[in-house]
């Protein structure tokens, strides 16, 4: 999700665990987007997140798909997420806009972020495309009670299709809406181009928009740009051929061709958290202890990724004969 995630670790504590969660109010946030928000079932406090942070929502139907946190941080008795009916859908959204119903209790991940905000930053852009807004209207939120520097670029096809602009509207909301411009896009280079070089960029959408902002932004600090995902960049790595060492229990299994390393430790019965199976969510990071990954991932840094020290096991492969992970 992010092209150099800071908070790689944070709320790494709770992760893993499933909260129980009820859906206590759905509201229309713009054409085809609706707002669904959860509250702890035993009405406590929800585990903290950070501004960029998604959690894991375990449909009914045995589907668990990832949706940003949209609302304020410093908010803890309540979680809301936006979800477009997408037309595409592989069951996921329109499951959640035909299906939901408030007052059902759920089980939720809890909080990951993979897209962290550099608090510290002298002036933050943040790019949105669509429903990629709602992990920038949670930055913006963040950004305004920090009283930091930043500006929106938020683009949309027709102005009904635009969600949050109550939280999003300011002196640096800047509106883009391809109908009312000829059907020209957001002019990513001219933006890249014209913020300062020391400023931190965000950038959440369509695949050809973050196309565009990583090429905008190909001359900066690789550290300063951001971006998130809602489809793996490239293909899961399937070649197989290699050993798998898990260093924990002493076993070794053989990642055949056409086989995933994932598909390959639930074969052999090893437990491994899992979620999208794409490389875009985080939930199946496995420390690498020995050996050479091939990573497939669109969340891990360059630089992340030349240190070799973690891997996502669902779509990540192996370049060498052998791969020693922390399993």
Known sequence: MDASSPAMNVLAQTAGALLRARLTAIRYAAEGIHRYEFSAVDGGALPAFTAGAHIDLHLPNGLVRQYSLCNDPRETQRYVVGIKKDAHSRGGSSYVHDQLKVGMVMSLGAPRNHFGLHEEARHTVLVAGGIGVTPIACMVQRLRALGASFEVHYSVRRREEAAF???????????????????????????????????????????????????????????????????????????????????????????????????????????????????????????????????????????????????????????????????
């Open 165 to 327: 602009l109550e939280v999003l509207s300011g002196p640096g909301l800047h509106l883009h809406v391809d109908t009312e411009q000829g059907g020209r896009p957001l002019p990513l280079a001219g933006i890249v181009a014209r913020v300062p070089h020391d400023a931190h960029l965000y950038c959440c959408g369509p695949a050809p928009m973050l196309d565009a902002f990583e090429a905008a932004a190909a001359g900066r600090p690789a550290g300063h740009v951001h971006l998130e995902r809602f489809a793996a960049a490239s293909s899961v790595a399937a070649e197989g051929g290699f050993t798998v060492q898990l260093a924990r229990s002493g076993r070794s299994v053989f990642v055949a061709q056409g086989c995933t390393i994932l598909d390959t430790l639930r074969a052999e019965g090893v437990a491994v958290q899992a979620s999208c199976e794409q490389g875009i969510c985080g939930s199946c990071e496995t420390r690498v202890l020995a050996g050479t990954p091939d990573h497939r991932d669109s969340l891990l840094s360059d630089e992340e990724k030349r240190a070799n020290q973690v891997m996502m096991v669902c779509c990540s492969g192996s370049k060498e004969a052998t791969l020693v992970l922390d399993l």
